[in-house]
């Protein structure tokens, strides 16, 4: 079925674009036998294949679509609704509601992708906002975080969507039978939070699912849980500070590394460690956050991305699209709607973690 | 002046209490000139301090009061206002009440703490809610982070109070002149994020302090900003989830170095580098969070304290109530109040990061 798998990916978005993600799709369709669409300035991308120097075989499961537009890092995240409706990452959007790709990966503008997502490809049946989920790696595997920023301002209700969002990525994609979910807090007791946590906790509570409860910011990286499930804003936050704080340990260790040759020595005999360490937090490695809840697949990867990190956002993609996780998704929805949201727990007697 | 400070230790209060806080408060006494005031069960605390040998000329200036009570670690936060009223964490706050004392340390129940402080020595002039502070590590010094959990549903109006309460401790306890102060946010642009934090933003900036405008979580650990606003929840979250991270690195770190003699050997060289690293990053060094904004000193350590984090705890308590921080954030407070926060700033066209 792989073969029939078609990712249409943006060539012109990533920091050092159509380079990236040209040679990045290249990757994909040399290793997995998928076929890729690139969307961008067809003279540029022609230009990155020949100096690629790619096979006439591979050349014909690599098409070209013509994007005389590009949506830039800074630039609003209605860009290609309104001024740029030529864009890349639009005409990828479409390519995916057309059929002609079943998903979309970009390195670009996060925000132009996921409103093209949303307002081109549409949303799934029985979901009300999509959700952005992030895999984060924990000692023994990997932590579902969702929502990591498609919505600000989220409702409690959109809770209970993420978890079912949240369930089904990390049953098909992560190969969890039964993923455990927690909800965000500040106190693992049920009823501690706020009043947005304790309607959502009702919410999620209600799916049916493997909800194990309110669970804390520690229990991000210690593989206490699958899935944690919070709103856009709090995830969003606590993606970019662990993005920062990871960077921050590294560029000390090369500081403090330098200052002795008995340390630059020891660091060389560890660079094997420190290789499978990087390799298990290196973001390239996860390749990209695939936005949940839509008519097709949409995977948002870092703008910093490397060839590699983009070959492995369209395997994702493939591996996400043949598991029908967006079917799973919507059935389960369409359930739950039949179900109501009971009233939210009960306050503690004091609300102080 | 530092000889007149007097700090009460919550002896019962720490993972191993009263070892720890023992241990550390003699700590304090020796190395500063503090006198601290050991609050907890009078014949345990007696035969901790017996057990260290401490000189008869360092136990002068270290008091026992007796406490009945502990309000152990998982206990709901209102416990020592309610059933224990004799517990040594609301005596500790009886003894700063009374004047006996400056300021306390508590390595215990962080709520019950929390509770105490405010309700026993009460809220400074000015101030709506106090703030709890968090210092956190960069390549090049701190970011003040507030507030990190002394309250759930916050009010935008707030985030006013916690950008004074992080602008004066920043400048006191870092020596930061003019220290820049960003509202948490999920974008860089004005009225980038929620209505939560555009109401906020008018309140920071109506402050008149030095606000560099929204940060992001890539902010909290690259150095951007020297306070960062934002409310308890998410504080809270952001707080636990480094700390969370920052074990699962070491852990895996460790892992990866045992699989092979030379990443040992290569660490073993390594060890001054590591040594150097933990300490920059380590919470013991900085010793505790304060809770701004009270008629007195507070600060809370880590349940997981070692000696080392008490005694720093102890000197950082004296700095602060030397340095006269809760006067200056009372009387800057006072002076806002007469100036109306403006109304918030406008939505921009779209709402997405």
Redesign the interface.
């Known amino acids: 079925m792989a073969g029939h798998m078609r990712i249409a990916v943006d060539a012109m978005g990533a920091d050092d674009a159509p380079r990236t993600p040209v040679a990045g799709a290249v990757e994909a369709v040399a290793g997995d036998g998928t076929d890729v669409i690139l969307v961008g300035d067809r003279e540029r991308v022609e230009r990155e294949l020949d100096s690629l120097g790619v096979s006439a075989e591979l050349r014909r499961r690599l098409e070209v679509v013509h994007a005389e537009e590009v949506v830039g890092m800074e630039e609003?995240?209605?860009t290609p609704m309104r001024r740029k409706r030529r864009s890349s990452i639009r005409i990828c959007a479409e390519l995916v509601k057309e059929g002609r790709a079943q998903a979309l990966v970009s390195a670009g503008n996060?925000?132009a992708t996921?409103?093209s997502a949303k307002m081109v490809i549409g949303v799934a049946k029985g979901v009300d906002r999509p959700g952005l989920a992030a895999a984060l790696?924990?000692?023994s595997g990997w932590t579902v975080l969702v929502d990591v920023?498609?919505n600000?301002?989220s409702k409690a209700e959109q809770m209970r969507e993420f978890a079912v969002m949240g369930h089904f990525y990390a049953q098909e994609m992560l190969g969890i039978a039964q993923p455990r979910i927690g909800l965000?807090s500040?106190g693992s007791e049920e009823g501690k939070?706020?009043?947005f946590?304790r309607r959502a906790y009702a919410g999620v509570q209600s799916t049916g699912l493997r909800f194990i409860g309110n669970v804390?910011?520690?229990?991000?990286?210690?593989g206490a849980t699958d899935v944690i499930v919070?709103d856009?804003?709090?995830g969003?936050?606590?993606?970019?500070?662990?993005?920062?704080?990871?960077?921050?340990?590294v560029?000390?260790?090369r500081?403090?590394?330098k200052?002795?040759p008995?340390?630059m020595?020891?660091?060389?005999?560890?660079v094997?460690?420190?290789r499978?360490?990087r390799r298990?937090?290196d973001y390239s490695e996860y390749g990209a956050a695939p936005l949940l809840g839509l008519r097709g697949g949409c995977f948002i990867a870092h703008g910093g991305s490397n060839p590699k990190a983009i070959k492995n956002a369209v395997r994702r993609a493939v591996e996400f699209c043949e598991a029908g996780i967006h079917e799973k998704i919507s059935n389960k929805l369409a359930d739950l709607h039949a179900t109501p949201i009971p009233s939210s727990i009960q306050e503690?007697?004091?609300?102080?973690?």
């Open positions: 609003s995240a209605i996060t925000g996921m409103i790696p924990n000692a920023g498609a600000v301002d965000l500040i939070g706020t009043d946590t804390e910011g520690r229990d991000l990286f210690n919070c856009g804003f709090v969003n936050v606590l993606l970019k500070s662990a993005e920062s704080l990871a960077e921050m340990v560029g000390m260790l500081a403090e590394i200052k002795s008995l340390s020595l020891g660091a060389l005999l560890m094997p460690a420190f499978h360490l298990r937090t503690p007697e004091v609300q102080t973690s």
